[in-house]
């Protein structure tokens, strides 16, 4: 497509999706497949099944002659499988796509679910970045999140995972957690912060149909907190991290100068990527697929091929995409790689139309950049792309 704002045309990055918990959080969504306490991956055949199935499947997927630059293991608890698991599927990127020596390689992790031999075996093969699941430092709120962790496996988790010389470790917390108030937010951020990490995730509640969450409670109602509470503990989060000497890099991200997630800006930018696994998504050749959510279905359509049935992304959708993305990002987006793209016509119009959100002092033009101010654009980022959906979708 002439008109898509990708920078980079040829994917250079991979998300690998591990679906497997030992028990399925309150607030989750994701397709997983909860094994309980059973043994780690490298007994248990329903994970070594599974890796055959990724394997299979990035053996079929048609290499764009690009080697990976980041790799990203996501889940589900990628830290479920065996060293020698994680190894296979690695070894089959490789020889599929090539991946890049000192190339970005994450995977999120959850605390009690790895030792010291685990974590070390995972760094041998290249993983050098973390992002291990915190979400709280309160012991009643991991416990009304669904939470399989205690805090002390936290602080032994960061431990290991130095022992081990892993150079990027992010946290991940979540704010407006059922009877989560504001000065627990603000004891789990100065914890945060203590650890150092060299990355913060920051995630509001999102309460979503057919999870626990979505049956015990209703949005904006007790004991969830108000929405003047999440937006107070938003703002809490920008000035501690800031303050900390943490960049807010991106609408729910925060990093130490040059630790920015390397991956996860290919999905911002608008850039493609291969996506592998059960539910995982790609953007390849201007099309946006998603793998099967189920587990049965995911298997019959690797043993069918990994057929990709679906058309180009209409130029309209992916300038709606391009603003969702690109908005997300302090810095925004290039006004006139926009009018490349997509016409000077169209920027023009969505100028126009985003007129009283100037006034709002919600979006800002900065050195020919369009972009939300922060934290009050970012605070309200889903009214603007609400409206601007609505207006040209």
């Known amino acids: 497509m002439d008109k898509k704002l990708n920078f980079d045309s040829l994917p250079s990055s991979a998300y690998v999706h591990i679906p497997f918990c030992r028990r399925r959080c309150f607030y989750c969504d994701f397709p997983i497949?909860?094994?309980?306490?059973?043994?780690?991956?490298?007994?248990?055949?329903?994970?070594?099944?599974?890796?055959?199935?990724?394997?299979q499947e990035i053996g079929i997927t048609q290499?764009?002659?690009?080697?990976?630059?980041?790799?990203?293991?996501?889940?589900?608890?990628?830290?479920?499988?065996?060293?020698d698991q994680l190894q296979q599927i690695l070894a089959a990127l490789d020889r599929r796509f090539g991946i890049l020596p000192g190339?970005?390689?994450?995977?999120?992790?959850?605390?009690?679910?790895?030792?010291?031999?685990?974590?070390?075996?995972?760094?041998?093969?290249?993983?050098?970045?973390?992002?291990?699941?915190?979400?709280a430092f309160q012991a009643e709120l991991l416990k009304v999140a669904g939470r399989s962790h205690t805090i002390a496996d936290i602080f032994a988790a960061v431990e290991l995972v130095r022992k081990v010389e892993i150079p990027e470790?992010?946290?991940?917390?979540?704010?407006?957690?059922?009877?989560?108030?504001?000065?627990?937010?603000?004891?789990?951020?100065?914890?945060?912060?203590?650890?150092?990490?060299?990355?913060?995730?920051?995630?509001?509640l999102t309460i979503e149909p057919g999870?626990?969450?979505?049956?015990?409670?209703?949005?904006?109602?007790?004991?969830?907190?108000?929405?003047?509470?999440?937006?107070?503990?938003?703002?809490?989060?920008?000035?501690a991290l800031t303050s900390a000497g943490y960049?807010?890099?991106?609408?729910s991200n925060y990093a130490q100068s040059g630790h920015q997630c390397q991956h996860?800006?290919?999905?911002?930018?608008?850039?493609?990527?291969?996506?592998?696994?059960?539910?995982?998504?790609?953007?390849?050749?201007?099309?946006?697929?998603?793998?099967?959510?189920?587990?049965?279905?995911?298997?019959q359509w690797v043993e069918a091929g990994c057929v990709?049935?679906?058309?180009?992304?209409?130029?309209?959708?992916?300038?709606?995409?391009?603003?969702?993305?690109?908005?997300?990002?302090?810095e925004g987006m290039s006004l006139a790689a926009l009018a490349v793209a997509f016409g000077n016509e169209k920027v023009e119009q969505i100028y126009q139309f985003l007129q009283p959100y100037f006034d709002k002092g919600w979006v800002e033009i900065v050195d020919g950049r369009l972009r939300l101010s922060d934290p009050q654009g970012f605070l309200f980022s889903n009214v603007v792309l609400a409206e601007l959906f609505a207006e040209f979708g």
């Open 63 to 83: 290499s764009f002659g690009q080697p990976l630059k980041t790799i990203f293991f996501g889940g589900g608890t990628p830290s479920l499988l065996a060293i």
């Open 247 to 251: 960049e807010h890099y991106e609408i």
């Open 169 to 204: 470790l992010s946290l991940d917390l979540i704010s407006g957690l059922p009877h989560q108030s504001l000065g627990d937010w603000q004891d789990s951020l100065t914890k945060a912060i203590a650890i150092a990490p060299t990355h913060i995730s920051i995630y509001d």
């Open 103 to 135: 190339a970005e390689i994450s995977m999120e992790i959850d605390p009690g679910t790895f030792d010291l031999a685990h974590i070390a075996g995972y760094r041998r093969l290249g993983v050098n970045r973390v992002s291990l699941g915190v979400q």
């Open 308 to 330: 990709v049935d679906c058309e180009v992304t209409p130029v309209n959708e992916v300038l709606l995409e391009t603003f969702m993305l690109g908005l997300r990002l302090p």
């Open 264 to 299: 996860n800006r290919v999905y911002w930018e608008n850039r493609p990527y291969y996506g592998f696994g059960m539910g995982a998504a790609s953007y390849i050749d201007g099309k946006r697929f998603t793998r099967p959510r189920k587990t049965k279905e995911y298997y």
């Open 211 to 239: 999870t626990a969450f979505g049956r015990y409670y209703q949005p904006g109602a007790s004991p969830l907190p108000t929405d003047e509470t999440t937006v107070q503990m938003y703002q809490m989060a920008q000035q």
């Open 33 to 55: 497949y909860v094994v309980g306490d059973r043994a780690r991956g490298e007994t248990s055949g329903t994970i070594s099944q599974y890796v055959e199935l990724l394997i």
